[in-house]
């Protein structure tokens, strides 16, 4: 049976030292099996990298319906399933990690 969980969105998501954390105690408890550590801290640190920096969107593009749904996907929390995310969201995550923080 696939497990599933919600982090909550909170503001010391958006640290990369915090997600390397949490990653670890992810896996090391199983609450999601199939991720790397890796894998969990890029999916964690992004969905909060979206969320934080979201105000930086040209105002055209943030009152997309596109947008708004993208984003309130992200204010929900972070949505970690086993085995992760399909193959370019995980690129997109990785892509993140590695911007530097604006916000």
């Known amino acids: 049976m696939k497990k599933y969980m919600n982090i909550p969105m909170a503001r010391e998501l958006y640290s990369r030292s915090t997600c390397k954390e949490m990653a670890k105690e992810i896996a090391g408890e199983e609450k999601i099996t199939g991720m790397s550590l890796s894998q969990l801290s890029c999916e964690i640190f992004a969905h909060a990298y979206i969320y934080y920096n979201f105000k930086f969107v040209p105002k055209c593009f943030r009152n ?36 530097p923080a604006l916000a």
């Open 64 to 99: 997309s319906k596109i947008a708004k749904s993208f984003y309130n996907s992200v204010a929900n929390g972070v949505d970690l399933e086993d085995d992760g995310d399909k193959w370019y969201r995980r690129a997109a995550y990785r892509l993140i990690w590695v911007l």
